[in-house]
T-cell receptor
Framework: GAGVSQTPSNKVTEKGKYVELRCDPI?????LYWYRQSLGQGPEFLIY????????DSGLPNDRFFAVRPEGSVSTLKIQRTERGDSAVYLC???????????????FGPGTRLTVL | AQSVTQPDIHITVSEGASLELRCNYS??????LFWYVQSPGQGLQLLLK??????LVQGIKGFEAEFKRSQSSFNLRKPSVHWSDAAEYFC??????????????FGTGTRLTIIP
């Protein structure tokens, strides 16, 4: 079926505002990941969901960042009180979640480019 | 902590020439290893992956990579590049665990330019 989709593709906001970024994973994938890619850098891990629960949120930079996945499918990354340093491309990936198997590969969406003015 | 080093920030290759992109990793055991490609405005596309077994891995678009445990390397190769190969290439490492494919650690990427 379709790949990972992310909306919006671009988001421009003002410093201090609240934003939500959405990710639709590949159908049937139980694992979902958020990464952040700053200009000229590789993606950096933010948070990983297995089903509805956050299995690892060690990459979230501070408490302004929060993510949910209430029904185990779509996920929303929420950023409060945005700062200029939050400007980056936010990437979402999903995988089958089959533990320790060669099929458990992360497939990435096109990303949301967030610009904080 | 795991880490990935891609020592070449930018490489320029003539169309039809061979290519090798370097990747070194630091990890306590044998990890999962990946190469992804990112074209401008596009998401990351998986080229190939190493989980276990044969250390020479074949991928899409004519790419291959060789895992060398003694050198902690996973270099990407292609015998003859095409203009469409111009993109950013990322090497990544992920832990082997009983909980599936967890977070990936990426290198900073190598930008590949192809000249006629």
């Amino acid at each position: 079926g379709a790949g990972v989709s992310q909306t919006p593709s671009n988001k421009v906001t003002e410093k201090g505002k609240y934003v939500e970024l959405r990710c639709d994973p590949i159908s049937g994938h139980t694992a979902l990941y958020w990464y952040r890619q700053s200009l000229g850098q590789g993606p950096e891990f933010l948070i990983y969901f297995q089903g509805t629960g956050a299995a690892d949120d060690s990459g979230l930079p501070n408490d302004r960042f929060f993510a949910v996945r209430p029904e185990g499918s779509v996920s929303t990354l929420k950023i409060q009180r945005t700062e200029r340093g939050d400007s980056a491309v936010y990437l979402c990936a999903s995988s089958s979640g089959l533990a320790g198997t060669s099929t458990d590969t992360q497939y990435f969406g096109p990303g949301t480019r967030l610009t904080v003015l | 902590a795991q880490s990935v080093t891609q020592p070449d920030i930018h490489i320029t290759v003539s169309e039809g020439a061979s290519l090798e992109l370097r990747c070194n990793y630091s990890y306590g055991a044998t990890p999962y290893l990946f190469w992804y490609v990112q074209s401008p405005g596009q998401g990351l596309q998986l080229l190939l992956k190493y989980f276990s077994g044969d250390t020479l891995v074949q991928g899409i678009k004519g790419f291959e990579a060789e895992f060398k445990r003694s050198q902690s390397s996973f270099n990407l190769r292609k015998p003859s590049v095409h203009w469409s190969d111009a993109a950013e290439y990322f090497c990544a490492v992920g832990p082997i665990s009983n909980f599936g494919n967890e977070k990936l650690t990426f290198g900073t990427g190598t930008r590949l330019t192809i000249i006629p």
